[in-house]
């Protein structure tokens, strides 16, 4: 399940409403007013710019206008068969970004990729959940409220809600973050499995963390069209967003305006053959891009090969091997191309943001 599924947070649009004095009648009985209309004409324009603040991807000089994407794969690490999809994703299709669940026991073969791809746009995908029957991920003693019985992570993140202090998760994030750098490397951003860190109880540890370590996370602080629409996000949530948006961006962080992780959820029935799939996939990848406001947006899927292991943990094998086929499909770099859309990174994005 995508982290947005879970998520709860969005920000503010403002909308554009006539005053009460600009109506029908007043503007018949002024038409021939040539001063009027200037004054309306002028009114219009700055009422309707204010309607449309400046998005995060212009302020990190990206042109007026323009849809910037992040094409982002959730997962790697969680299996091998993961792995090979991330970086099907990466090599041979037009994902920009990935990040890596460090509590999964494939972490260290998707590491050795890494070092063999220094430049790959990979952080940390911050797990704090463990919903998979088949396939749980086993946990320690210093942050007892993460854990179940068993010594697993939760399954759900109600669970980690009602059972994890604050304090627990920000020690966790933090013990992940020291995992992924001991292996050599630094993460380019951080974000949330299941969305379990957009929830208001941990939302400002998640951003505390990033500001002190000075590492971009996902957290959608702009517009957040598609997202708000996708989730009914309620008024105060995206009254938060905001406020979490404007810390990061004075704290020198590169903000996201919106994002979606709906790929996922896209299924055929059982038996369809790859040619299908990806011609499936690659018109809901267009669809979501048609949707998409301008900005800077984040567009996450979960890529896998299938195989009868992957399908004893996760019944979403079909569908994630549909995001590989679709995300590789020369037709969607196609379109992308010819619509003149900007695919970037959160290494570019970091770039950007030390220079202003």
Known sequence: ??????????LWQNSYVLPPFLNLKLLYQNSMRPSYLTCLFIFLITHVTHAQPETYAEKLGFPKGKKVIIFHVDDAG???ESNVGTMNALDKGIASSASV??????????????????????GIH???TSEWKNYRLLGRDKAPGLYDEQGNLWPTVAQVVAHASPDEVEAAVRAQLALYRSFGLQPTHM???????????FVTRYAKVSMEEKIPILFPGGHASLIIKANNVPAPMQQLAKQVGKQLWDAGLPVLDDLDGSITSHNLPAGATDKDLQAFKTQQFIELLKKTQPGLTYILMHCTIQTPTFDQIS?????RKG?????TDPTLKAYIEKEGIIVTTWRELMERRKKL
């Open 1 to 10: 399940m995508s982290s947005t599924n879970r998520a709860s947070y969005g």
């Open 78 to 80: 969680m299996s091998y």
């Open 101 to 122: 669940m460090m509590p999964c026991s494939w972490v260290p073969h998707f590491f050795e990729y890494l070092k063999q791809h220094p430049n790959t746009d990979a």
């Open 126 to 128: 911050l797990t704090l």
């Open 191 to 201: 974000d949330s499995h299941m969305g379990t860190l957009f929830e208001p109880k």
């Open 315 to 319: 019944n979403s094998g079909q569908s």
């Open 323 to 327: 995001d590989m086929l679709g995300i």
